[in-house]
């Protein structure tokens, strides 16, 4: 098992930065990459960005060269540092671990999300 929390949302101004943290707990050896989706209302849940335990990392077109996504050392910490924000980054972003069950299986944790708003 492995919980997740997510912090750092909040209301940002266009333009504006926020720093996205999640902490992962319990079985974190097992996790083989962390990643942020998010959920606009009415839309469905898209990915943002992800980073593997060697440190590679994907990002959704929208978000190229202006958002981030590390971890730490300990690989049991992920953040997303969001730039140049645009009211449509608006959204619910939601912490996702994908974990190894076994030898060839794999399960996803999600957070609880956290609310990011830009204003106009």
């Known amino acids: 098992q492995v919980q997740l929390v997510e912090s750092g949302g909040g209301l940002v101004q266009a333009g504006g930065s926020l720093r996205l943290s999640c902490a992962a707990s319990g079985s974190t050896f097992s996790i083989n990459s962390m990643g942020w989706y998010r959920q606009a209302p009415g839309k469905q849940r898209e990915l943002v960005a992800t980073i593997s335990r060697s440190g590679t990392t994907t990002y959704a077109d929208s978000v190229k060269g202006r958002f981030t996504i590390s971890r730490d050392n300990a690989k049991t910490t992920a953040y997303l540092q969001m730039n140049s924000l645009k009211p449509e980054d608006t959204a619910v972003y939601y912490c996702?671990?994908?974990?190894?069950?076994?030898?060839?299986?794999?399960?996803?944790?999600w957070g609880q999300g956290t609310q990011v708003t830009v204003s106009s």
């Open positions: 996702n671990a994908e974990t190894k069950v076994g030898l060839q299986f794999t399960r996803d944790y």
